[in-house]
């Protein structure tokens, strides 16, 4: 079992340009949350994915945004990247709806110059 | 909606003494509560979790404790090892499927 995966590990953008993060879920999970790391914070919710819907939401702008796929995999879209988006991008799957651990992958360090 | 205070922000003991980290939360209705150990450049990684209907667990070296009434939870970690250094999060879940985070703690153990 590979656990969760993120691609790609490290993605440098300019300001203004748009990004796609990728995260696989661990096997027998089907639900994807996303999660914003800065430096020296702990992680925020950005937004959960269960049956192909966004099933919550955290305080976020819009220019976040979202996909989850049949086979349950989950990518993050970012539009007009700001400086403040540069942040280490936690995907984090689990089984269900109730209150079952939540496996982190190794996230995608996002650098905006 | 929830807010996670967690403290101290760094701690440094030594080898086999004890550490003590400090969560509050503000939602009486959070119902879960996990902690998480992440080394540098690692994912976050799950060391032990507790619910509401339990006031205490504890998985060999590491024990939670949770206080519903004054909405408090805390881990402790005995006989630390150098290993043990890392950043450490508390985290609460209140009805909803959020994990609300504190801002770590940076534990360094010397040996």
């Known amino acids: 079992d590979a656990g969760v995966t993120q691609s790609p590990t490290h993605l440098i953008k300019t300001r203004g340009q748009q990004v796609t993060l990728r995260c696989s879920p661990k096997?027998?999970?089907?639900?994807v949350s996303w999660y914003q790391q800065a430096l020296g914070q702990g992680p925020q919710f950005i937004f959960q994915y269960y049956e192909e819907e966004e099933r919550q939401r955290g305080n976020f702008p819009d220019r976040f945004s979202g996909h989850q796929f049949p086979n349950y995999s989950s990518e993050l879209n970012v539009n007009a990247l700001l400086l403040g988006d540069s942040a280490l991008y936690l995907c984090?799957?689990?089984?269900?709806?109730?209150?079952?651990?939540?496996?982190f992958g190794q996230g995608t360090r996002l650098t905006v110059v | 909606g929830e807010n996670v205070e967690q403290h101290p922000s760094t701690l440094s003991v030594q080898e086999g003494d004890s550490a003590v980290i400090k969560c509050t939360y503000s939602d009486s209705a959070s119902n879960y509560f996990p902690w998480y150990k992440q080394e540098l450049g690692k994912r976050p990684q799950l060391i032990i979790d507790i619910r509401s209907n339990v006031g205490e667990k504890k998985d060999q070296r590491i024990a939670v404790t949770l206080n519903k009434t004054a909405k408090h939870f805390s881990l402790h970690i005995t006989e630390t090892q150098p290993e043990d250094s890392a950043v450490y999060f508390c985290?609460?879940?209140?009805?909803?499927?959020?994990?609300?985070f504190g801002k770590g703690t940076s534990l360094l153990v010397t040996p």
């Open positions: 985290a609460a879940k209140p009805s909803g499927y959020a994990l609300n």
């Open positions: 984090a799957s689990s089984a269900g709806t109730s209150n079952t651990e939540a496996f």
């Open positions: 096997s027998g999970h089907d639900t």
